[in-house]
């Protein structure tokens, strides 16, 4: 039964550490400006450790963005 209640309180401390991680992820990508639809697709990319996002991950956000800024310079 101890057993039990031991394991129950490490997979909810489990579920509440992943869904603070997922809460401060969203916030950050609300807070930076990034398009809806552009947070969506990035929501689910890999992070490593130190960073956020994986080095790949950096560079796919600074090519969009790069387009992004080359189109709306155009004006379309």
Known sequence: MALQACLDM???AARTTATA???CRSSRLSASGIPKDLQTKVEDLPFDKD???SRKTDKVLHIRKDSRDTLHTLGI
């Open 21 to 23: 991680v997922v809460m």
């Open 51 to 53: 960073k956020l996002f």
């Open 10 to 12: 490490a997979d909810t």
